[in-house]
């Protein structure tokens, strides 16, 4: 007895050892890799901001220039999310602002939209959706470039009557077979103009009675569109 005795006593240290230095190598591996998993999220959420806000119209870091807004009303958000102001030089040059589509076929859709200084649309993408494959997920860029539709558009450009698809006699087109969900979208791209026109100060930083400073911000951001265009 005293034999085996011992025996379960040396198996049980031996387990317990086992045990101990498992979870150390697990809690090594887990703190050695938490850094880099963090880090790959983060080159995730810029390069998304760079595809609706290039990196030749800003210089800063969007990600460590954000500020948090909860507005329902104009930007359909349900929680709050993060704005990103875009700088040039130092000088405000546009923002990317988050808005969902809460009236889409199966739900809402969440994107985020650039917008330039002056008001115009640089860039829409879609993050999340849960619309029908081949038909309302069109609105994804990875199914379809439809969302391009919406770059250079701005308040006044089309008239408000015409920021509606096509079947409600707007311009822009809607998909073959579903309507809503583009439908959906382009009312919410247009909110998310109304709310940074709205908010135009609060977003950038700039006083009204500041034009020079938004004239030479307007100018910079044109030249870089200019840029783009030819190099395309």
């Not at 311009?171 to 979208?185: C, H, L, N, S």
């Amino acid at each position: 007895m005293n034999i085996l005795g011992k025996s379960i006593t040396k198996n049980g240290m031996l387990l317990g050892l086992f045990a101990i230095v498992t979870t150390g190598v697990i809690a090594g591996t887990y703190l050695s890799t938490r850094g880099l998993i963090q880090e790959n999220i983060r080159h995730s959420e810029e390069r998304a901001l760079l595809e609706v806000f290039s990196k030749s119209r800003h210089d800063n870091s969007l990600l460590d220039d954000a500020i948090n807004i909860d507005d329902s009303d104009l930007l359909g958000l349900r929680e709050s999310k993060k704005l990103y102001r875009a700088t040039m030089k130092g000088e405000f040059a546009g923002a990317v602002l988050p808005a969902t589509a809460r009236d889409a076929y199966t739900g809402d859709v969440d994107m985020i939209v650039g917008i330039n200084l002056d008001g115009t649309i640089s860039g829409v993408r879609v993050l999340s959706h849960r619309e029908t494959p081949g038909l309302g997920d069109q609105v994804d860029y990875k199914k379809s470039h439809w969302v391009d539709g919406f770059i250079g558009k701005s308040l006044s450009n089309p008239e408000e009557s015409k920021w509606a698809v096509k079947k409600d006699k707007g311009i822009f087109d809607q998909f073959t077979g579903a309507t809503i969900t583009p439908r959906a979208v382009t009312k919410a791209v247009h909110k998310a103009l109304q709310y940074y026109a709205a908010n135009i100060t609060m977003i950038s930083g700039i006083n009204n009675s500041d034009s020079l400073a938004i004239s030479k911000s307007a100018q910079i951001n044109e030249l870089n569109q200019n840029r783009e265009l030819n190099n395309e």
